[in-house]
């Protein structure tokens, strides 16, 4: 489900919803959305089609409701505040960086059930620096086209969501897929969304 301004062109497809401010761009399907990367770049590839045609919002991947009338009341709901972050959201798109953050080292063989916690804290600390100092990395090298960025949950990689404006989006990726062949994180870049 995505939601787009009431005045946003169909999309090829989708079904439509209109609210007295925004459209509703949805699907019918027998079963749940599936959670895997390539599902979820499925969905990727539909909400880019709807931003083709305006500015979009999408909502939660999976989100599922059981009718149209279900549909009708979260439009009325929260169709003024989708209508108000369309509007901070226009002239800016979604890119979603996928990468293998640092796994956390577990004790050596020889400390294994003799490690203090001292250590266990040390080794825990460490880990969650390397973590933080991919992040950073990746933050820096977005620099000041950056409008927000969060960590996405739900797949078995990491994956951080940027929103940066339209028209810098292939100096972004350029900068990213840069960064990402110096490491060994598996970066890959998809959207813009």
Not at 106 to 118: H, P
Request: aromatic share 4%; hydrophobic share 40%.
């Amino acid at each position: 489900m995505r939601c787009s301004p009431h005045d946003a062109a169909d999309v090829n497809g989708l079904e439509t919803f209109a609210g007295e401010h925004v459209k509703v761009l949805y699907e019918i399907q027998d079963c749940t959305p599936g959670r895997s990367v390539d599902d979820v770049l499925v969905f990727g590839r539909k909400l880019q089609r709807a931003a083709e045609t305006g500015p979009v919002l999408p909502v939660r991947y999976g989100s599922v409701v059981a009718d149209v009338a279900e549909l009708a009341d979260l439009v009325r709901a929260r169709e003024a505040s989708w209508a108000e972050q369309l509007d901070r959201v226009a002239g800016q798109c979604e890119l979603i960086v996928h990468l293998r953050l640092p796994e956390e080292p577990s004790a050596s063989r020889t400390d294994e059930g003799n490690e203090s916690g001292t250590a266990y804290l040390r080794r825990r600390a460490a880990h969650l620096h390397a973590r933080e100092a991919v992040l950073t990395g990746l933050l820096q090298t977005v620099g000041p086209s950056l409008r927000a960025h969060r960590s996405l949950t739900g797949t078995s990689e990491e994956r951080v969501a940027l929103l940066v404006p339209q028209s810098d989006v292939n100096g972004v990726r350029a900068a990213i897929e840069e960064w990402g062949d110096s490491t060994d994180l598996g970066v890959r870049v998809s959207g813009p969304w």
